[in-house]
């Protein structure tokens, strides 16, 4: 078979086969499970820049389809197919993971092989979701990355982890299942409407389920609700963020960065793509809402954050207040704050990413993560402290790198129709550097006190080596957006002219 | 003249005569014992292989036998149910020192019963069926007569399965008295004007149905039966007399279903489901012993499966025989991950007991997340399939609560599976190390099951279309 014909299909397989594959290996084998799974990790890295480079940005809609038929009775077909907007977070997503591999080498040393095909089969569930354009495909795919994160968190989290696995399987659980129910809904409108029973997202488009004139009281605000639900909880949007801190913190770093930086875009993507193109007059009707819940989230996450001890919590609730920041951006509308909100998807990944990742390298020296059990460091990991403070500039958008371009479109596109939002969500800004440097001072600048801290080795090379990547990317994206904002922008356009 | 038709029951009768070849072996010859659990595979896959080279005839014997795809399907279902039952019961025999051939007769006996039931177009023969059915599982049940549980398992199955016999039994008494017969497609035409009678014909013959299916509120007896009996016998109880009670109830509602009565038959099948749904899932919560637990599930699974029957038509049928399916495979792998786990059988068998198992014994400890996750609904199993299909066909009949309430009970389980697999994997192994590892009929039969239950969620196409054929014939 040609795999260059395909490259989609193989790019979403190839890391679920490899970890097929690597089951049957016994577990003794740690150096070869590492080296595999990372081996499979950059080579989906390969295939999706293959994937990059055949993709054309000139084209809003979607390129380099992959199509076969699956369950033709039930109108159910394989579909995979990438647009500027999928690129992006496939991108991210394909990029992240060897840093993830990488990053394990030092704190997984338990049941490696465990942690490995976990991570290789949460993956191909990401990338499937990211790329999927049949529904019923597209909800294998995402509820596919729900076991191995349960089991990442469960198995190699910290000390709370039972809890927190079981909290995340039931919140995403909760809200995905109810979507079920308005896919089947969607199917059986469109062809009762069409005389086609179909679960491609294409064909959907031309389905306008009515609204009414109550806020909910109609089929369109209820599947709209649906589908929203269960994206909001993957964001996590206010209220329904609870499960966030928990599975942050007590994830392993490899899940952290994993959770973080991709799997709340899953979120962000699935309003964008599925709410915004299915449902344009429930969006526009619910947009109100939104922009609130999603200011809350910004203020609330940002308060919340000042006020903790845990470093990793302290990172996990700042995603609620970034987080925020995107849902603002793709309710406010238009183009600019649109692209602004998916450039910030990239962003929050990259930084959010790198700090956990950063977390991780003095958590496997120390074996705490309170704030108070630091301080000082900057004497002591002289390199470290560069890369923590990169990490934390780019994370509070500082003009230059990455994090500022994003809230900065955000900010310019929801201040054109929504001022106010974009008033207090700025306190956000102004909130992030509060937090986030009080951190930094915390742990880097105050007098070093405790003895035990006077002995930590630096970054090492292999550290270095996955903090790098998201390096590169956070200044190239602070100092030239474009190359990145050009990709999404035809495919925006599209989704919101459409 | 009535023709025999004897070869279209070659499976019933080369499954009646090895069970009895196999009971007088055990009586004459006692050292071949360790043979029998592999002679009686072999029987019930040449039957499986007749079921599939005879060519299917139609109703035979003056319609009262119905030897179509549909017959099919029930039959490969129960077919293949005993073959996985009977390699999770050899190791389990062994064990115990219990290799007798009357068990293995016994699970034969009770497989034709299952057949004969799920294949029968008249009543008379779904009550032989059903006795068959019933009489070999009331002594299989009690078969540990050491073990007090056990007993009691057997003692209540009798009292419970005499009772919902009776109750049949009156039920087809007063339907003949409203339609003139018991030929269920001869009901079909003669139910125009439905009276009284009828409505509580219909309604007594559901009610013992759902007794054998466990739906609330007729569910009590499953939680102790399930615990005491044998661990091999409970998974054959759990999959295949459901099934066939199933069918028999699939072709009551296609059959005695005018136009008066649908609306009374949503509303009874409805309430059954939703009871079953929401009982079975909250009680299973609350279970220590993991039998227990399969128990509570089973009665929630009934109720997904019975929301294919509310929503009536072929498309509905076809859900709940892809169901019956994948809830064989899934469930007969969690039964058999139990009977491999548990090291004395006087003890309960307690979820705790479970604890860091899941690096000792990777197999069985696979095939029993895998099979949580199934029951769970979690794609891409075969569990998610089937649900997917009961609640496709809600939504279809425009019952959009229903499947809101499937889904929601759906959540609620996740918890209790869920947590099988934490004590799996999660938890540390307590000091001693298990008495023994995983023995290969049970790896063979773990692998199986999880083949089963992967390819047949990723690649269902095949597994549908037989079943859209099957339940063809009893769309409308």
Known sequence: ?498 | MIALWLESVAPELTLVLLGGILVLLDAFTPRWRPAFAWLTVAGVLAALGLRWLVAAPGPVWVGALAVDTLGRFADSYILVACALALLAADPYLSRTGARYGEFYGLLLWAAVGAMTMAKANHLLVVFVGLELLSISLYVLNAFHRQNLLSLEAGWKYLVVGAFSSAVFLFGAALLYGAAGTLALPAVAGKLSAPSPLAALALALLASALAFKLALFPFHAWAPDVYQGSPTPVTAFLSVVPKGAALLVLARVVASANPQELTGRWTAALAALAVGSMVLGNLAAIAQRDIKRMLAYSGIAHMGYALVGLVAFGADGVAGVLVYLAAYTFMNIAAFAAVSAFSESEEEPHLINDLSGQGWERPVVSFALSLSMFALAGIPPTVGFVGKFLVFRAAVNANMVWLAVVGVLASLVSVFFYVRVVYYLYMKPLPKRKPAFSEPWPVKLLSLACVVAILTLGVFPQGLLRFAQEAAGLLGR
Do not use: C
């Open chain 1, 1 to 498: 078979m040609d795999f260059a014909s395909f490259p989609l299909s193989t790019m979403i397989f190839l890391p679920g086969v490899v970890g097929l594959f690597l089951l049957l290996i016994p577990s003794r084998a740690v150096a070869f499970h590492r080296w595999v799974s990372l081996l499979a990790s950059v080579a989906t890295l390969a295939l999706a820049l293959f994937v990059f480079q055949g993709f054309d940005p000139s084209q809003g809609g979607f390129q380099l389809t992959e199509a076969a038929t699956w369950l033709p009775s039930l109108g159910i077909s394989y579909r995979v197919e990438v647009d500027g907007i999928s690129l992006l977070l496939v991108l991210l997503t394909a990029l992240l993971q060897p840093v993830v591999f990488l990053s394990s080498w030092g704190s997984i040393n338990d049941k490696v092989k465990g942690y490995v095909v976990a991570m290789l089969l949460l993956e191909t569930g990401v990338l499937g979701a990211f790329l999927a354009t049949d529904m019923f495909l597209f909800y294998v795919f995402w509820e596919l990355m729900l076991i191995p994160m349960y089991f990442i968190i469960g198995v190699w989290g910290g000390e709370r982890r039972v809890y927190a696995a079981v909290k995340f399987v039931l919140f995403t659980l909760a809200g995905s299942l109810l979507m079920l129910v308005a896919i089947l809904y969607m199917a059986f409108q469109y062809k009762a409407q069409f005389g086609v029973l179909t679960f491609s997202y294409h064909d959907w488009m031309a389905l306008r389920l009515p609204m009414g004139e109550g806020f909910w009281h109609s089929p369109q605000m209820l599947a709209f609700a649906a589908f929203a639900l269960a994206f909001a909880i993957k964001v996590p949007v206010w209220p329904v963020h609870t499960w966030l801190p928990d599975a942050h913190t007590e994830a392993p770093t490899g899940g952290s960065i994993i959770l973080a930086g991709v799997l709340l875009k899953l979120g962000t993507y699935g309003l964008l793509r599925f709410n915004r193109g299915l449902f344009p007059e429930a969006w526009d009707r619910s947009r109100g809402l939104f922009m609130v819940l999603a200011v809350i989230a910004i203020i609330y996450g940002a308060l919340v954050s000042w006020a903790q001890k845990d470093m990793k919590r302290l990172v996990a609730f700042s995603s609620v207040s970034h987080m925020g920041f995107i849902v603002l951006g793709m309710f406010a509308g238009g183009v600019t704050a649109t692209q602004g909100a998916l450039l910030q998807m990239v962003n929050h990944g990259l930084s959010t990413g790198a700090l956990f990742l950063l977390v991780g390298v003095i958590y496997d020296r120390r074996h705490t993560r309170m704030i108070e059990d630091y301080g000082g460091l900057a004497a002591v990991m002289p390199v470290y402290t560069g890369t923590f403070l990169l990490a934390t500039l780019a994370s509070i958008g500082l003009p230059g790198l990455n994090g500022f371009v994003g809230e900065f479109l955000i900010l310019l596109g929801t201040y054109q129709n929504h001022p106010v939002a974009a008033a207090l969500g700025a306190t956000g800004v102004i909130l992030g550097a509060v937090y986030m440097l009080s951190l930094v001072q915390r742990v880097f600048w105050n007098p070093l006190v405790h003895e035990e801290n006077r002995s930590l080795s630096d970054i090492s090379w292999r550290e270095m080596a996955s903090f790098a990547p998201l390096a590169v990317f956070m200044v190239w994206i602070g100092v030239h957006p474009t190359t990145f904002l050009t990709l999404s922008e035809k495919a925006v356009q599209k989704l919101l002219g459409g």
